[in-house]
T-cell receptor, first 115, second 117 residues
Framework: NAGVTQTPKFQVLKTGQSMTLQCAQD?????MYWYRQDPGMGLRLIYY???????DKGEVPNGYNVSRLNKREFSLRLESAAPSQTSVYFC??????????????FGNGTRLTVT | KQEVTQIPAALSVPEGENLVLNCSFTDSAIYNLQWFRQDPGKGLTSLLLIQSSQREQTSGRLNASLDKSSGRSTLYIAASQPGDSATYLCAVSPRWGWVNRDDKIIFGKGTRLHILP
């Protein structure tokens, strides 16, 4: 059981370049999320998708776009990367949101450096 | 706005000791509270989820408690081992956050635990 799979694991971009982070889950979850984790800031929600066909902004959406391609896949796109987007990006999924017994499951992350 | 705090930020204890990690939150209107473990360079692994209606959950050497009235949760680790060394995070799912679009799942900044052999 793979759970939540993210690709790539590492990426280095130059300022202004674009890239897409991929995420797929095999748990038949309805809801998916993108977080970024920075030292001293903790985990912050970028975008989420409550169900297939819907997406919504989180706490720090500026500079990002997302696509819920189907129930399994949720991608995060940086159109014009900036050094401030250097971070570790995590994809997560849960059965539904919000619900008392719906835990979050995380991927292993993508470590992105923008020079 | 919901705030989640974990104190201390770092903790070192000798192997074999029992220990308690703390998580406090400001708004008791929650769906659940979840404890995670994060190893360096890795993602978050879910340890325990306590629903709003529950007082505690147990898994092996781990026991998590929830006291909504005081805004506190504790993660108890029995007979600690060097393999328990990691960062432990708690996260709260606010009951009204998704409707109001103010708060989503709010994470604490974690407690970095080091078990001394």
């Amino acid at each position: 059981n793979a759970g939540v799979t993210q690709t790539p694991k590492f990426q280095v971009l130059k300022t202004g370049q674009s890239m897409t982070l991929q995420c797929a889950q095999d748990m038949n979850h309805n809801s998916m999320y993108w977080y970024r984790q920075d030292p001293g800031m903790g985990l912050r929600l970028i975008y989420y998708s409550a169900s297939e066909g819907t997406t919504d902004k989180g706490e720090v959406p500026n500079g990002y776009n997302v696509s819920r391609l189907n129930k399994r896949e949720f991608s995060l796109r940086l159109e014009s990367a900036a050094p401030s987007q250097t971070s570790v990006y995590f994809c997560a999924s849960s059965e539904v949101i919000p619900a008392p017994n719906s835990p979050l499951h995380f991927g292993n992350g993508t470590r992105l450096t923008v020079t | 706005k919901q705030e989640v705090t974990q104190i201390p930020a770092a903790l070192s204890v000798p192997e074999g000791e029992n220990l308690v990690l703390n998580c406090s939150f400001t708004d008791s209107a929650i769906y659940n509270l979840q404890w995670f473990r994060q190893d360096p360079g890795k993602g978050l692994t879910s340890l325990l989820l306590i629903q709003s209606s529950q007082r505690e959950q147990t898994s092996g050497r781990l026991n998590a408690s929830l006291d909504k009235s005081s805004g506190r949760s504790t993660l108890y680790i029995a007979a600690s081992q060097p393999g328990d060394s990691a960062t432990y995070l708690c996260a709260v799912s606010p009951r009204w956050g998704w409707v109001n679009r103010d708060d989503k799942i709010i994470f604490g900044k974690g407690t970095r635990l080091h078990i001394l052999p």
